[in-house]
């Protein structure tokens, strides 16, 4: 099962960096691991108080973005950098969740460590191998967080390139 699941979302998204791979990861995962919702999400203010999703695919609607409060959440947990499993009842201890009994988040980091967003993957139905979930959501979540870094670090070299040239012009 892992095997196949793995080979299914890294087959849809080899081609693609950026924004597109990150959805199409979140889009793989939410098919491969029958989940009914999957969402990337970056933290709103300091220290985070909001979720706003990156990219998210959810059964009904597709994608769709949204932000929400972390409080009263499991997100909330995540963001203070621990990882997450509630294999069923996730409704029960998260009323936020209602419709939802499992659940499974990641923390994704900033480049010196600190928790700047998360993965998750939610699903109606109880998580019967709630540690495979965990290591499945874990592994696309480290390479979540790389192409998030580096997408930190192209728009910091596009900013020096650009003050460079003007730096150029000026002593020209």
Known sequence: MMQDIFKEIAASTAQSIGVPFLLGMVKS???AMEANLVFLT???GKPPSRART????QE???EESFEYDLEGTPCRIVYDGQTVTVAEGLYKQFPFHDGYEGYVGV???QMYGS????????SRRPIEMPREAMAIVQIFAIR???EMQRLELQKELEANVASLSMAT???S
Do not use: T
């Open 29 to 31: 995962m939410r098919f």
């Open 144 to 146: 979540a967080e790389a």
């Open 107 to 109: 923390p994704i980091r």
């Open 42 to 44: 970056v933290g709103v």
């Open 60 to 62: 009904d609607s597709g």
């Open 169 to 171: 012009r000026r002593l």
């Open 115 to 122: 928790p700047k967003g998360h993965l998750a993957v939610l």
């Open 54 to 57: 990156i990219c998210s695919w």
